[in-house]
């Protein structure tokens, strides 16, 4: 079935130190997500990317949705100890109509002062 | 604006028992789409709702189902609670849906079945 693979599975770094997690789908997609949920809390949108090749920047996060739409990224620079929580990517695979948003496993982010 | 409502947001069920969860979406939004959260398994898509029908349906048995009103607020119910229903129930209201535009996700029910 259609898969979304996320990796690494957890990272910690040292704050102010970047930090990169990586999307991969089995199929191409018609747009990626990229939701975050910190500890306790529920996923929050953070942005859409929808274009092959598109880059955007949020402040220190910059997204990356690959050439052929099958691959993103989300790279934090200089992390704070708010940026603590699991990043979750979500891909609707293409299809001629509406269709399920399939999200990674997630990427927990732990962050050291 | 107001943000997506879960009631409950804990419960304690024991085994066989069901249960019913309610989400009230952000006032405009037509589409509810529900999603199981587990450490194990990440988030699990269970079905999403717009307009009152059911569009698109995730791969869990019949005992999970759900419904959407006529002013978008949408419940799930669970019959026959197994131990392994133990989660976290998320639901998320969108203007589109069908993964077409971000989600505004609620705080969730945490369920708990002993």
């Known amino acids: 079935g259609q898969q979304v693979m996320q990796i690494p599975q957890y990272q910690h770094v040292q704050e102010g130190e970047d930090f990169t997690t990586y999307c991969n789908s089995s199929t191409t997609l018609s747009n990626i997500q990229w939701y975050k949920q910190r500890p306790g809390g529920h996923p929050v949108f953070l942005i859409q990317?929808?274009?092959?090749?598109e880059v955007k920047k949020q402040k220190r996060l910059t997204f990356q949705f690959g050439e052929a739409k099958k691959n993103s990224s989300l790279h934090i620079t200089a992390t704070q100890t708010t940026d603590v929580g699991t990043y979750f990517c979500?891909?609707?695979?293409?299809?001629?109509?509406?269709?399920?948003?399939?999200f990674g496993a997630g990427t927990r982010l732990a962050v050291h002062p | 604006k107001a943000g997506v409502t879960q009631t409950p947001r804990y419960l304690i069920k024991t085994r066989g028992q069901q249960v019913t969860l309610s989400c009230s979406p952000i006032?405009?939004?037509?589409?509810v789409s529900w999603y199981q959260q587990t450490p194990g398994q990440g988030l699990q898509f269970l079905f999403e709702y717009f307009s009152e029908t059911q569009r698109n349906k995730g791969n869990f048995p019949g005992r999970f189902s759900g419904r959407q009103f006529s002013n978008s607020r949408s419940e799930m119910n669970v019959s026959t609670l197994e131990l392994g229903d133990s989660a976290l129930y998320l639901c998320?209201?969108?203007?589109?849906?069908?993964?077409?535009?971000?989600?505004?996700f609620g705080s969730g029910t945490r369920l708990t079945v002993v």
């Open positions: 990317l929808v274009k092959s090749g």
């Open positions: 998320a209201s969108s203007l589109v849906g069908g993964g077409n535009d971000g989600y505004t």
């Open positions: 006032s405009g939004h037509r589409s």
């Open positions: 979500a891909g609707l695979p293409i299809s001629g109509g509406y269709n399920k948003l399939i």
